[in-house]
């Protein structure tokens, strides 16, 4: 039997995939609002930023709730933020396109773990210019215990010790990720402090690059950098030329690097090769 050119339980992974993706999303807004303030992720439950009546379960339902009550709260009418469905649609998208590259191999999972973090990461940089330890180092910790199970394409085997056990090599890779992540990003730090006089990357830039070393490896760490730095010096272009906002305007350095690692995870393989070619 076939549904749509697929066969039913293929069919019930895909929704499988979705549904996971928006009730993590779901969570991760949670996470985004509360976290910066040094609040518990686990209770008490939602309520509304209004009036604080907490939500029933079918006023907390990813995106289906936010359309059904058309924005607003249900008590006093207060405006809910349209952030909630784009951070709920975008990491269902994420997960999904993470299922149709790995099915549910054990990268799916790893990278599971990793874009929830970064989207984490990408949207409190964005409102708060903070992007909090409890995310970066448990990430970077998570991603380097974990690196023996991501995806091959990413851990290639550093061939510096002849042939040796593959795990240690991933081992290998992942602490060389760490440091050329994290430790390209303070060498660049210290620069700017020194000729420009001024801060221009904060420590957490810094830890959150080493969380992607340790879960890409030291190649798609400097894929990610490379990829961070372009998006940043467009939407910074945009920002003064476009905008007429001046030089000094912060921008979420941390946001773009969210951005950067999560095309290299998923098309790292494909630029990699564009730009080795070029
Ligand atoms: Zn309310």
């Not at 008490?44 to 009546?53: E, F, L």
């Not at 289906?64 to 909630?84: D, M, P, T, V």
């Given at each position: 039997?076939?549904?749509?050119?697929?066969?039913?339980?293929?069919?019930?992974?895909?929704?499988?995939?979705?549904?996971?993706?928006?009730?993590?999303?779901?969570?991760?807004?949670?996470?985004?609002?509360?976290?910066?303030?040094?609040?518990?992720?686990?209770?008490?439950?939602?309520?509304?930023?209004?009036?604080?009546?907490?939500?029933?379960?079918?006023?907390?339902?990813?995106?289906?709730?936010?359309?059904?009550?058309?924005?607003?709260?249900?008590?006093?009418?207060?405006?809910?933020?349209?952030?909630?469905?784009?951070?709920?649609?975008?990491?269902?998208?994420?997960?999904?396109?993470?299922?149709?590259?790995?099915?549910?191999?054990?990268?799916?999972?790893?990278?599971?773990?990793?874009?929830?973090?970064?989207?984490?990461?990408?949207?409190?940089?964005?409102?708060?210019?903070?992007?909090?330890?409890?995310?970066?180092?448990?990430?970077?910790?998570?991603?380097?215990?974990?690196?023996?199970?991501?995806?091959?394409?990413?851990?290639?085997?550093?061939?510096?010790?002849?042939?040796?056990?593959?795990?240690?090599?991933?081992?290998?890779?992942?602490?060389?990720?760490?440091?050329?992540?994290?430790?390209?990003?303070?060498?660049?730090?210290?620069?700017?402090?020194?000729?420009?006089?001024?801060?221009?990357?904060?420590?957490?830039d810094i830890k959150m690059m080493a969380m992607v070393g340790a879960f890409l490896g030291w190649r798609y760490a400097w894929l990610t950098i490379l990829l961070g730095s372009l998006l940043g010096a467009l939407v910074g272009?945009?920002?003064?030329?476009?905008?007429?906002?001046?030089?000094?305007?912060?921008?979420?350095?941390?946001?773009?690097?969210?951005?950067?690692?999560?095309?290299?995870?998923?098309?790292?393989?494909?630029?990699?090769?564009?730009?080795?070619?070029?």
């Amino acid at each position: 039997m076939e549904l749509f050119g697929y066969n039913p339980p293929m069919l019930l992974a895909h929704a499988f995939v979705i549904a996971f993706g928006l009730a993590v999303g779901s969570f991760l807004n949670v996470c985004i609002y509360r976290i910066p303030k040094g609040r518990s992720v686990i209770r008490p439950g939602s309520s509304c930023p209004h009036c604080h009546h907490p939500l029933r379960p079918w006023e907390n339902v990813p995106i289906l709730s936010y359309l059904f009550l058309r924005g607003k709260c249900s008590q006093c009418g207060g405006r809910i933020s349209w952030i909630y469905p784009i951070v709920e649609s975008t990491t269902a998208l994420l997960f999904y396109l993470l299922f149709l590259k790995y099915g549910f191999d054990t990268p799916f999972f790893i990278n599971v773990v990793f874009f929830g973090m970064l989207v984490g990461l990408i949207f409190i940089d964005l409102f708060e210019r903070l992007l909090p330890n409890v995310i970066t180092l448990s990430g970077l910790t998570f991603g380097l215990l974990m690196s023996p199970l991501q995806s091959g394409e990413f851990f290639q085997g550093t061939q510096l010790f002849g042939t040796y056990n593959v795990i240690w090599a991933h081992y290998f890779d992942s602490i060389l990720g760490i440091l050329v992540g994290g430790g390209f990003l303070w060498l660049v730090a210290e620069l700017y402090v020194r000729v420009k006089k001024i801060e221009g990357m904060g420590f957490g830039d810094i830890k959150m690059m080493a969380m992607v070393g340790a879960f890409l490896g030291w190649r798609y760490a400097w894929l990610t950098i490379l990829l961070g730095s372009l998006l940043g010096a467009l939407v910074g272009s945009i920002y003064i030329y476009a905008l007429g906002k001046g030089r000094r305007y912060e921008l979420p350095f941390g946001s773009f690097l969210g951005v950067g690692a999560i095309a290299s995870t998923l098309w790292g393989q494909e630029l990699l090769a564009w730009y080795l070619a070029q």
